[in-house]
């Protein structure tokens, strides 16, 4: 069988839609909408808590997208000089809080103690944050790891 040709049959009848959506009215969810049908991605994939949901590997596929993307954006940041951890702890805080409200701009103190290399100022930044104190076992984990300039494991 020809699975070009099958895609492009089902994505026709099905329709690509890049964002999460309600099968039952074809539009793009947002917080507050009321949920007519399923909530759906792509070409017809169920994401309910009894839908098809994703797999473990789409899940690891999309991550790896996102750490590529991550990775483009923080390209300008004066990180150069940071081992693997440190390189790692910075591509984290960029990925759960997003580029725009993680940068040299955004955590000038932070910057300026990681281009010093004075990892235990920026190990208290981080900790003394509006961050820190939503994400409390990742800020503590990362800040720990920022200290020491190795991998903690879980």
Known sequence: MDKK????LISNHEGVILKVYDDGTGKELKAGDILIGHPTIGV???VAK????????????????????VEEEIKNFPIENLNEARRA????????MG????????WPSFFKAVVN?????A???MLDSNWARQTKR????????MLLGDWIEE
């Open 50 to 69: 009894d839908g098809l949901g994703i797999s473990q590997e789409e899940a690891e596929f999309m991550l790896m997208n996102d750490i590529e993307r």
């Open 44 to 46: 017809g994939r169920n």
């Open 123 to 125: 190990s208290k930044e």
């Open 99 to 106: 580029i725009t409200r993680f940068n040299p701009t955004m």
């Open 138 to 145: 990742r800020s503590k984990r990362l800040s720990d790891m």
């Open 5 to 8: 040709k099958l895609v492009d």
């Open 117 to 121: 290399e004075d990892y235990g100022e």
């Open 89 to 96: 702890i910075i591509i984290d805080m960029a990925f759960n």
